[in-house]
Each structure stands twice: as structure tokens, then as C-alpha cells.
């Protein structure tokens, strides 16, 4: 049995490993990463946001690719802990 493309069952597969390494470089930055949500008019993709700063990320699934995107994963939270010094 071959089953390929937009079976939902192998995209949420997909979807909750990157939503881990997504989650876990957002903690290293500081974050606080809130409930992954379905994204309006996008079946393929998802967002998060931080629930102290408000950075947002997306994660987009397409023909098996996943990509990662947002000041989530790439900036550091600001709105937490000041900086010492
Ligand atoms: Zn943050």
C-alpha cells in the first residue's frame, strides 16, 4: 500500500516533530511557546506565539517539506528577564 501527499494522520506526524524543535530553539531564546493553532485559510500550516513577548512563529508543511519561520525561533524574547548589566 502505497499512501502518499495530504493524508492528515502523516502530516500531524510531521508537524508535532517540528513543533518540538521549534519550541525547544524558542525556549533557548527565552521564550515562553503557547498552544500551536491552525492558520486561516492555510490547512498546511500552523502557528505558535510566545506568551510573554508575542513573538510569533509559523510552520508550514508542503508535499512533505516543513519549514519553520518567525522572530520566534530566530530573536531572542525581550519581554522576560531584563538583561544583567
Ligand atoms: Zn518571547
Redesign the pocket.
Known amino acids: 500500500m502505497i499512501s502518499r501527499g495530504s493524508e492528515s494522520g502523516s502530516d500531524t506526524a510531521t508537524f508535532l516533530v517540528f513543533q518540538a524543535s521549534a519550541e525547544r530553539r524558542a525556549e533557548r531564546l527565552?521564550?515562553?511557546v503557547g498552544p500551536w493553532v491552525a492558520v486561516d485559510g492555510e490547512p498546511s500550516a500552523r502557528t505558535a506565539r510566545?506568551t510573554?513577548?508575542?513573538?510569533v512563529a509559523y510552520l508550514r508543511s508542503e508535499g512533505g517539506l516543513v519549514g519553520v519561520a518567525g522572530a520566534?525561533c530566530t530573536e531572542a524574547?525581550?519581554?522576560?528577564a531584563a538583561e544583567p548589566g
Not at 52 to 55: L, S
Not at 77 to 80: F, L, N, R, S, T
Open positions: 527565552g521564550h515562553v510566545c510573554i513577548c508575542g513573538a520566534l524574547c525581550d519581554g522576560g
